[in-house]
């Protein structure tokens, strides 16, 4: 049997590592691959994030990180090329990351699964929160009547929107959302009602008091260039919502929030669009 070694990467592997992700799904690495690597390294340099690689001879064959915020952990990255897949490498991936985050105290996990892997983490005692389906935003912003100048453009993080962050999620991202803002990513803010951040054509996380104000964040961040976003399909989504959108649904770029261990007190009804599907 072979043996296949799991360890941290190094600074000079996260290129690499970043490539053989987008190869596990079947994705093309994205032509600006030098500013998802310098996200990825400030997220281990800001001890927020921590990556595990899986090798074999030398090759990396899988990958994983977990984040953490406070007594929050949350998985991501998760991915085995597809000719290494069967042989355990991904749970033992997994096993790692999840001895980490009891070295860290957590006691909330959470984690995007697929559809074909969430019968695995159902074995761990992990249970489904709701869908996160990648949409396609429309090229033009529907008119909907609405005053864009309402809606500011922010290069900081004011105190209540991390308030409000923290309310809908349930735990504390100050630090996270302050380093996103710090590597250039905007904020669209609608008063003090929501906020969206826009990075790299994605609007996500969207968080608001209403869909009148989410809609606001929505076309000011079309007319920025936000071309697709994760939305949150969970039973407080306005049902009414895609329609006045004309969101366009991305096959096969889904997965199911799972949680593991003590209840957060989120409030789904405030959360419109994830960010990522590793850090929510």
Same mark, same amino acid.
């Given at each position: 049997?072979?043996?296949?070694?799991?360890?941290?990467?190094t600074?000079k592997?996260i290129?690499?590592i970043?490539?053989?992700?987008?190869?596990?799904?079947g994705?093309?690495? #994205?032509?600006?691959?030098?500013?998802?690597?310098k996200?990825?390294?400030?997220?281990?340099?800001n001890?927020?994030?921590?990556?595990?690689?899986?090798?074999?001879k030398?090759?990396?064959?899988?990958l994983g990180?977990? %984040?953490?915020f406070?007594?929050?952990?949350?998985?991501g990255?998760?991915?085995?090329?597809p000719e290494?897949?069967?042989?355990?490498i991904g749970?033992?991936?997994?096993? /790692?990351?999840?001895?980490?985050?009891?070295?860290?105290?957590?006691?909330?996990?959470l984690?995007y699964?697929?559809k074909?892997?969430?019968p695995?983490?159902k074995?761990?005692?992990f249970?489904?929160?709701?869908?996160?389906e990648?949409?396609?935003? #429309?090229?033009?912003?529907? /008119?909907?009547?609405?005053d864009?100048?309402?809606?500011?453009?922010l290069?900081?993080v004011?105190?209540?929107?991390?308030?409000?962050d923290?309310e809908?999620?349930?735990f504390?991202?100050t630090?996270y959302?302050k380093?996103?803002?710090?590597?250039?990513?905007?904020?669209?803010?609608?008063?003090?009602?929501?906020y969206g951040?826009?990075?790299?054509?994605?609007?996500?996380?969207?968080?608001?008091? /209403?869909m009148?104000?989410a809609q606001?964040?929505?076309?000011?961040?079309?007319k920025?260039?936000?071309?697709?976003?994760?939305?949150?399909e969970?039973?407080?989504? #306005?049902? /009414? %919502?895609?329609?006045?959108?004309?969101?366009?649904?991305?096959?096969?770029?889904g997965?199911?929030?799972m949680v593991?261990?003590?209840?957060? #007190?989120?409030k789904?009804?405030?959360?419109?669009?994830?960010?990522?599907f590793?850090?929510g």
């Amino acid at each position: 049997m072979t043996n296949f070694n799991i360890r941290e990467p190094t600074n000079k592997e996260i290129s690499s590592i970043i490539k053989v992700l987008y190869s596990a799904f079947g994705r093309t690495p #994205p032509e600006d691959i030098k500013v998802e690597e310098k996200i990825w390294k400030a997220l281990i340099d800001n001890e927020i994030g921590k990556f595990l690689v899986s090798e074999e001879k030398g090759k990396i064959v899988g990958l994983g990180g977990i %984040f953490s915020f406070g007594k929050v952990s949350t998985y991501g990255y998760l991915a085995v090329l597809p000719e290494y897949r069967g042989k355990g490498i991904g749970t033992d991936i997994f096993i /790692n990351l999840m001895d980490i985050s009891n070295e860290l105290k957590s006691e909330t996990n959470l984690l995007y699964a697929s559809k074909l892997g969430e019968p695995n983490y159902k074995k761990l005692g992990f249970k489904r929160r709701f869908y996160g389906e990648m949409y396609k935003l #429309p090229i033009q912003s529907p /008119n909907l009547g609405i005053d864009l100048k309402e809606v500011n453009i922010l290069r900081n993080v004011p105190d209540w929107v991390l308030a409000l962050d923290k309310e809908a999620m349930g735990f504390d991202r100050t630090k996270y959302l302050k380093l996103r803002i710090k590597l250039g990513d905007r904020i669209l803010v609608f008063k003090n009602d929501g906020y969206g951040l826009l990075a790299n054509k994605r609007l996500g996380p969207l968080i608001a008091r /209403n869909m009148e104000v989410a809609q606001h964040i929505i076309e000011k961040s079309i007319k920025l260039g936000a071309e697709h976003s994760i939305i949150a399909e969970h039973q407080y989504l #306005p049902k /009414n %919502f895609f329609k006045t959108m004309s969101f366009t649904k991305m096959e096969d770029r889904g997965s199911i929030k799972m949680v593991h261990g003590k209840v957060i #007190p989120e409030k789904l009804d405030l959360l419109y669009a994830i960010g990522t599907f590793a850090k929510g």
